[in-house]
């Protein structure tokens, strides 16, 4: 049972859950509507068991690579390859065990496979990109590496578009605009928390932006990214309806104000809590996507066909 809990842990269980937080929206928003959702429910669900697995796999990857930069920081010392619970070459195996399976279940059993594709640039970027190449080199390498962690979206789009009826518009443009709201949303959620565990990064060489810059200069940044991150966010409101316009407000909204409240304190030279920021972007992107999926399954008219925009990108 400890082994198992121990390759468990390999996979990063929480992270996970952020990740099919953003493709489980994506699909409901590809085909709207609660016939939408029974006649595809199955497929969803498969979708997010291959998905799990192709995730896993990354995460996986990502603790063999990162085992010596594990071993010198407090913060990832629990971590199975660093407790000896499991050997790297286990770990490997164990890998790219879930890497095909993930690529053959959504390409053979999900009838995708462009997710299948996504699921393997996903891995390659995150490991080879990422982990092996910026993570040690440049200040930026979460705002670049952070693109894994987008495709969740793509894949969920590109399962139930490639199992459409034929001749329905793609509206491809609402599953980038998905993956934009991750990519601008992770520079201030990990820098957040990068803040906390500043000194863990520096000793094991890892330049995060909290470690090569000033925390004046971190929370400007995390500022304009948050601004970012919520103005994207409204970019798909004339898709849904206002059930996602309130919810994307709102929580934009406090988002907003606690990273512009992060920064003011830092410039005060008060004592700041940089993971309180953090704490609330999770909770953040779980209620903008699950007032998403609300609206999407409630499927009233989008906002942008009651303005008499065109149908054929709603």
């Known amino acids: 049972m400890e082994t198992i809990k121990a390759y468990f842990a390999l996979t990063k269980p929480r992270i996970i859950e952020l990740l099919l937080v953003a493709a489980i929206p994506a699909m409901l928003q590809a085909q709207r509507g609660v016939e939408a959702v029974s006649e595809n429910i199955w497929l969803i669900i498969s979708t997010i068991f291959g998905g799990w697995m192709g995730a896993a796999a990354a995460h996986t990857f990502n603790n063999v690579v990162d085992y010596e930069i594990d071993q010198k920081m407090q ?48 891995n390659f970027f995150y490991v080879f990109v990422y982990t092996k190449f910026l993570k040690m080199r440049n200040a930026q390498n979460i705002v670049w590496g952070g693109l894994a962690g987008c495709m969740p979206a793509m894949v969920g789009w590109a399962v139930i578009r490639d199992n459409a009826p034929a001749g329905e518009p793609d509206r491809w443009w609402q599953a980038i605009v998905l993956f934009l709201i991750i990519f601008f949303w992770t520079p201030p959620h990990t820098w957040a928390l990068a803040m906390k565990y500043k000194e863990d990064y520096r000793k094991a060489g890892v330049p995060m932006l909290p470690v090569v810059a000033t925390e004046q200069e971190v929370t400007r940044q ?85 303005l008499g925009w065109s149908s054929t990108l709603f």
């Open 222 to 306: 995390i500022v304009w990214y948050s601004v970012g991150t919520v103005i994207v966010t409204l970019l798909i409101v004339p898709a849904a309806s206002w059930i996602y316009l309130i919810a994307a407000v709102t929580s934009g909204a406090v988002f907003l104000w606690l990273s512009i409240r992060l920064h003011q304190g830092v410039k005060k030279g008060a004592k700041v809590k940089p993971m309180r920021l953090f704490i609330y972007s999770n909770n953040y992107l779980s209620v903008l996507f699950i007032g998403l999926s609300i609206d999407a399954v409630i499927g009233w008219e989008p906002i942008g066909r009651m």
């Open 75 to 122: 913060r990832t010392r629990a971590r199975p390859l660093v407790r000896a619970t499991i050997s790297k070459r286990n770990a490997a195996i164990f890998a790219w065990i879930m890497l095909v399976v993930s690529v053959l279940w959504l390409g053979i059993l999900a009838n995708s496979w462009l997710a299948a594709f996504f699921v393997i640039l996903t």
